[in-house]
């Protein structure tokens, strides 16, 4: 059970205070779920996620998906996969970490003498 303060928290996040009990009020009135509870299960939020939808408000998509991971499923009621590993950045070749190097020792060196590649000041 998911405490109903913690719930209260995400709409608190998205709606100043007085907005955020408001609209949880009518999303649990959508949903069915009776306000006096003190936790909700995974049932009872996705419920909440899904009327939170309904009632048409702009910017509520993070909310709802709040809701959901709270709940502890996904949006087809199955449990979340860990996220997949992001792919390694491949490291550039040596070659090429080499040149600004190189561009910055000419850039460094003085007008009027030219400076031996390799060779720094």
């Not at 609209?23 to 949903?31: N, R, S």
């Not at 899904?50 to 709270?70: F, H, N």
């Amino acid at each position: 059970m998911i405490p109903k303060s913690k719930v209260l928290s995400l709409f608190d996040a998205r709606f100043d205070y007085a907005s955020a009990r408001i609209v949880l009020g009518d999303a649990l009135a959508k949903a069915g779920v009776s306000a006096a509870k003190e936790g909700l299960d995974g049932d009872d939020l996705r419920k909440l996620a899904d009327a939170l939808t309904a009632l048409g408000l702009s910017r509520v998509e993070a909310l709802a998906a709040g809701l959901i991971d709270l709940a502890g499923a996904g949006p087809a009621g199955k449990a979340k996969a860990a996220p997949e590993p992001e792919p390694e950045a491949e490291a550039a070749p040596a070659e090429e970490a080499e040149e600004p190097a190189e561009a910055e020792a000419e850039a460094e060196a003085p007008k009027g003498k030219p400076q031996a590649k390799g060779k720094k000041r």
